[in-house]
């Protein structure tokens, strides 16, 4: 008798890239790389492996208009796929991250927001990549082979123009910068504007009357 095997792959995590077109990336990078350079030198002094960030204010200074324009419109998007669109999203912190050489970002994620992501300004020609872990409490499965049902992270290769989208509770880090220059990205959360008034009321009803299962 032949079985049929089907796999269900439960339980998904999105993360969602957006490419600016290579002509329009490269104008906005220039203009970018000149405000972040104004903001951040002289560069103070930072020990191996440390980088360079800037205040997390970005999205409220005019010279970053575009650039938040440009985050809220992907976010859009973003909303979209998650069918949350109806509800208004804020930029809570925006901030840029020079990386020199060697540096590199520990593993962390986002709290007190719904949406993290990141747009790289430049990115050194070797592979520069961001990383996501699994967060499935069980994904230590023992095996002989690494695999997309088996891995515990997953590796985005990243590019200069490109945007990044991840859910905020999603842990990631950035390995350490292997080329001979710098890397250069912005970094921005957003959270819903009003919260609490739109969307954090219970998803379910109680039944009315007396409940003893407290
Ligand atoms: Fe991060």
Redesign the pocket.
């Known amino acids: 008798m032949k079985l049929n095997l089907e796999v269900h792959e439960l339980f998904p995590t999105p993360l969602w890239a957006l490419d600016v077109p290579p002509p329009d990336a490269a104008r906005l990078n220039a203009v970018l790389m000149g405000e972040i350079d104004k903001i951040i030198e002289p560069r103070p002094k930072v020990s191996g492996g440390s980088n360079w960030q800037t205040p997390q204010d970005l999205h409220k200074r005019p010279a970053f208009a575009e650039f938040a324009k440009l985050v809220e419109i992907a976010a859009g998007s973003v909303a979209q796929s998650l069918q949350v669109e109806q509800y208004p999203m804020m930029i809570t912190g925006c901030w840029a991250n020079i990386n020199p050489t060697g540096s590199y970002?520990p593993t962390?994620?986002?709290p007190n927001n719904y949406l993290?992501g990141?747009y790289y300004v430049a990115v050194p020609n070797v592979g520069s990549h961001l990383v996501l872990q699994d967060p499935r409490p069980g994904i230590m499965m023992p095996g002989t082979k690494l695999g997309r049902l088996t891995a515990n992270v997953a590796v985005v290769e990243v590019r200069a123009g490109r945007m990044v989208f991840f859910p905020s509770w999603l842990r990631?880090s950035v390995p350490a910068n292997e080329g001979a220059s710098d890397r250069i990205s912005i970094?921005f959360n957003l959270m819903f504007t009003n919260f609490a008034e739109t969307i954090a009321a219970p998803t379910w009803k109680a039944s009315a009357g007396v409940s003893e299962d407290l």
Do not use: F, G
């Open positions: 970002h962390h994620n986002h993290s990141v990631h970094a």
